[in-house]
T-cell receptor, first 114, second 117 residues
Framework: QKEVEQNSGPLSVPEGAIASLNCTYS??????FFWYRQYSGKSPELIMF????GDKEDGRFTAQLNKASQYVSLLIRDSQPSDSATYLC??????????????FGPGTSLSVIP | DAGVIQSPRHEVTEMGQEVTLRCKPI?????LFWYRQTMMRGLELLIY????????DSGMPEDRFSAKMPNASFSTLKIQPSEPRDSAVYFC???????????????FGNGTRLTVT
């Protein structure tokens, strides 16, 4: 089992719709979770992070965390063509000495159709 | 505040040559991570440092790969000898490492695109 898995893409949604991106992780002791966006040929950029169970909202983005199910998701409301990118889920979990090892999922490619 | 700085941006080399990638983390960050990204394998963690000390190098693919962090503001990733399968984008990232470091996000450099022919 891979440490961090994401729903396979590509995911296509019409402009204005809600895009839902999912991520599961294997280490139950993982501490915090990050969503990054990566445009083609660019480096990953942070969208938001979450570490407590429940929802966290930031503008059009909502991250949801369920530690019991080892599941984290990202909802993008009112999707725009500029949201078309690869979305990477990252998990900060158990390393050799502390909870400091950051592993990324394979990414989900999102395409927002005008 | 300057972000994570990587050099070179692009590197083209022949098989068997030594390659050195460089990274300057954000000032004050005490974690530094090296990742490799390919279409097939995604973003793989190679090695990470805390306070200049390597913590986990289990992701380093082979003995041909080595990484050092001689001080808080500089790290290198070396491949010797290089092979065509090493072609990838290599990213360096840094973060804070306080008692609440689990909340601290990674800040990425622009990456080095390595092509080994």
């Amino acid at each position: 089992q891979k440490e961090v898995e994401q729903n396979s893409g590509p995911l296509s949604v019409p402009e204005g719709a809600i895009a839902s991106l999912n991520c599961t992780y294997s280490d139950r002791g993982s501490q915090s979770f990050f969503w990054y966006r990566q445009y083609s040929g660019k480096s990953p950029e942070l969208i938001m992070f979450i570490y407590s169970n429940g929802d966290k909202e930031d503008g059009r983005f909502t991250a949801q965390l369920n530690k019991a199910s080892q599941y984290v998701s990202l909802l993008i409301r009112d999707s725009q063509p500029s949201d078309s990118a690869t979305y990477l889920c990252a998990v900060r979990g158990r390393g050799k000495t502390s909870y400091d090892k950051v592993i990324f999922g394979p990414g989900t490619s999102l395409s927002v159709i005008p | 505040d300057a972000g994570v700085i990587q050099s070179p941006r692009h590197e083209v080399t022949e098989m068997g040559q030594e390659v050195t990638l460089r990274c300057k983390p954000i000032s004050g960050h005490d974690y530094l991570f090296w990742y490799r990204q390919t279409m097939m394998r995604g973003l793989e963690l190679l090695i990470y440092f805390n306070n200049n000390v390597p913590i986990d190098d289990s992701g380093m693919p082979e003995d041909r790969f080595s990484a050092k962090m001689p001080n808080a503001s500089f790290s290198t990733l070396k491949i010797q000898p290089s092979e065509p399968r090493d072609s990838a984008v290599y990213f360096c990232a840094s973060s804070f490492g306080t008692t609440s470091s689990y909340n601290s996000p990674l800040h990425f450099g622009n990456g080095t695109r390595l092509t080994v022919t």
